[in-house]
């Protein structure tokens, strides 16, 4: 129950930090992310193995919580500190922390907007719904055994009748007779 509780707080703790520089980037450092990624997974940690910490090794996990919780309590007031009058001022304000989480849900959004655009682009293309006739020619006369050349000049294609009783369709194959090659002098 104390290692769920304590993993719980390690994980909005890391959170916190991770979102440190984009609400408030007075208070930030550069490494913050790294250290909020660290208690992140030692918040992971504590909630998925908290069936196994009993006796000795829960009392070393709330000693080393009650130790980082102090350093970080430190490190916080130590930056508060480094701060001038105006940017505490600033960062006590509402409005100030409005505008922050307002261009976060922003962000988040358009990175949400991007990824869905990606995700719509690896989808696969739905096919054509509606079929499409192909005409398709004849076989060249040279590949059908039996047939001469003048005999496909004027091929006629028969088109069976529709269903509503109208007269038999024909087509003929607008394509020349080849040409024969003429002999040289």
């Known amino acids: 129950m104390l290692a769920t509780l304590s993993g719980d707080l390690c994980l909005l703790v890391g959170l916190g930090l991770l979102l440190l520089p984009l609400l408030a980037v007075p208070l930030s450092r550069p490494r913050d992310g790294v250290w909020g990624a660290l208690v992140l997974v030692l918040g992971l940690v504590l909630v998925t193995t908290s069936d196994r910490l009993r006796g ?86 040279a590949d059908q055994p039996g047939e001469s050349p003048a005999d ?20 003929t194959d607008p394509s020349p007779a080849p040409a024969e090659p003429e002999p040289e002098d």
Do not use: F, H
């Not at 930056?79 to 989480?101: F, P």
């Open 56 to 141: 000795a090794p829960m009392l070393a996990v709330l000693c080393s919580a009650l130790l980082i919780g102090r350093l970080g309590v430190e490190v916080s007031q130590s930056r508060w500190n480094a701060l001038s009058g105006e940017e505490q001022q600033q960062l006590i304000s509402k409005e100030y922390w409005t505008t922050s989480i307002q261009q976060l849900v922003a962000a988040i959004a358009t990175l949400g907007g991007g990824v869905g655009s990606v995700v719509q682009q690896l989808k696969p293309a739905k096919p054509a719904t509606g079929t499409t006739k192909k005409w398709v020619r004849p076989d060249s006369p």
């Open 152 to 171: 496909s000049a004027a091929e006629t294609t028969t088109i069976p009748p529709s269903t509503d009783g109208d007269s038999v369709q024909t087509a």
